[in-house]
Every structure is written in structure tokens, then in C-alpha cells.
């Protein structure tokens, strides 16, 4: 391949299925009624402890995302750019859950806590992204 060629994308959609799996999991879990919930100890509320698993779930949903641009031959600024829009529609979709919740699912709440956690965890996920595949 000459410097005049420009690099073959092996980006298919089959590389990103399990972050397409891993949005419908979430979708199920943000939108099950509050009633169907298991009931949680005290001590599971006391210390916000759901704040972490937003994060954690965010943060894959994200990486998941990521994953595929990663191990993309694109060059390192593309992989940034995708990199932040991946981030910022984890954001969106975070917000976009917490307004579902509130006005549509019975027993759930908008809780500006839990999209702030959603979106620590994409951030936390873009960083690790541009760590592991960026190269100086």
C-alpha cells in the first residue's frame, strides 16, 4: 500500500454486537418497573452503592463501544474523535434514560446522581480507551 492509499476500515457490525447487546441489557434494567425491583438493605442505600454500579455499567456499555474503533486500523485521531462521541452519546443516553424513568416507569425516579455516575462511568471508560489504543 503507497502513503497515497488510505487504510482498509475493518469496521463491521458484527464487531460491535455486544455492545449493541449490552444497550438492550441496560435498556431492561433502566426501565424495569420500580415495584419488580429486588428490595435492597439499608446499608445499600446508605452508602450509594447503585451510584457505582451506574458506573460500572455505563463504563462497559461505553468500552464496549469502543472496543471495535480501538483495535480499528483508523489513525489515532479518528480513534480520539469516535473515542468522544461514543462518550457523549453514553452521556445523552444516560440523561435521555432518567427522564424515561420519571415520566414513564411506574416506581422510578429522575435522579441527576445516577446520570452523573452514567456519565463518570463513560468518561472513565474513554480514558482507559485512549490509553489502551492511542499511540504517542
Known sequence: MNNNTPAKNNLTIKKFI?????FFVVMVLLFTPGNDLPEVGDWFTRIDFDKFIHMGVFALLAFLFMFPIGKSE????????????????ACLWGITSEFIQEYFIPGRTYDILDWSADSIGAIIA???CRKLYLKS
Open 18 to 22: 455486544p455492545g449493541i447487546a449490552w
Open 74 to 89: 483508523l489513525n489515532n485521531k479518528a480513534k480520539a474523535q469516535y473515542f468522544i462521541k461514543i462518550t457523549l452519546c
Open 126 to 128: 474513554m480514558l482507559v
